[in-house]
């Protein structure tokens, strides 16, 4: 006896494409920047360790079909550059915290020990802009927020510190200056 019912055997397949496509959209929604990294000629173990650093650094590393990847960010500017992003391995590494910090490590840690590795492009997510591969290298050249935090504290402090002297040289001065009449009108008076 046959049936004649047809046996959609995609669905579950289906759904669970669009469960990772949501789950890369709501990775979007909570990163500051996204890198997306080449990683032909990185083993599985150098890259389990490498996913692990990225999460030590306030970040995510996925690897996912380019397809579900483009779908994820058709609505971005980094659609427009399928064919540069979309191609080949693809790394999606998105970053939740100090994007400078995260982006060091992958330019100073992975591009250097893995040659055939390379930077895709990026997407900095406030400014809705696509990023070429050497403007995210641009990125790991600035202070870290730390650094920056550093440098803002002595810009501020070293202006502090010289009204700071200057203000307690004036008492000082006052009674120098102070000492020096009492001792000239002494000296007059013993005359």
């Given at each position: 006896?046959?049936?004649?019912?047809?046996?959609?055997?995609?669905?579950?397949?289906?759904?669970?494409?669009?469960?990772?496509?949501?789950?890369?959209?709501?990775?979007?929604?909570?990163?500051?920047?996204?890198?997306?990294?080449?990683?032909?000629?990185?083993?599985?173990?150098?890259?389990?360790?490498?996913r692990m650093d990225i999460r030590d650094k306030g970040g995510e590393m996925v690897v996912g079909r380019n397809t579900l990847l483009f779908r994820a960010f058709m609505d971005t500017p980094v659609a427009e550059h399928e064919d540069q992003v979309f191609t080949g391995p693809?790394?999606?590494?998105?970053?939740?915290?100090?994007?400078?910090?995260?982006?060091?490590?992958?330019?100073?840690?992975?591009?250097?020990?893995?040659?055939?590795?390379?930077?895709?492009?990026?997407?900095?997510?406030?400014?809705?802009?696509?990023?070429?591969?050497?403007?995210?290298?641009?990125?790991?050249?600035?202070?870290?927020?730390?650094?920056?935090?550093?440098?803002?504290?002595?810009?501020?402090?070293?202006?502090?510190?010289?009204?700071?002297?200057?203000?307690?040289?004036?008492?000082?001065?006052?009674?120098?200056?102070?000492?020096?009449?009492?001792?000239?009108?002494?000296?007059?008076?013993?005359?």
């Amino acid at each position: 006896m046959t049936t004649n019912y047809v046996v959609d055997a995609n669905r579950p397949n289906l759904a669970r494409k669009k469960e990772l496509i949501q789950g890369f959209k709501e990775r979007l929604k909570k990163s500051n920047l996204v890198i997306f990294l080449d990683f032909t000629g990185i083993d599985a173990w150098p890259m389990s360790q490498i996913r692990m650093d990225i999460r030590d650094k306030g970040g995510e590393m996925v690897v996912g079909r380019n397809t579900l990847l483009f779908r994820a960010f058709m609505d971005t500017p980094v659609a427009e550059h399928e064919d540069q992003v979309f191609t080949g391995p693809t790394a999606v590494i998105f970053s939740y915290g100090d994007m400078v910090e995260l982006t060091k490590y992958v330019v100073d840690e992975i591009l250097k020990k893995y040659e055939t590795a390379k930077i895709k492009g990026g997407y900095f997510v406030e400014q809705q802009q696509f990023l070429q591969p050497e403007e995210v290298e641009a990125i790991a050249k600035l202070p870290s927020r730390e650094q920056a935090l550093a440098m803002l504290i002595g810009a501020i402090r070293g202006p502090v510190q010289k009204l700071y002297s200057l203000l307690r040289a004036v008492p000082q001065n006052l009674l120098l200056t102070l000492k020096a009449y009492e001792e000239k009108k002494k000296e007059e008076g013993g005359q």
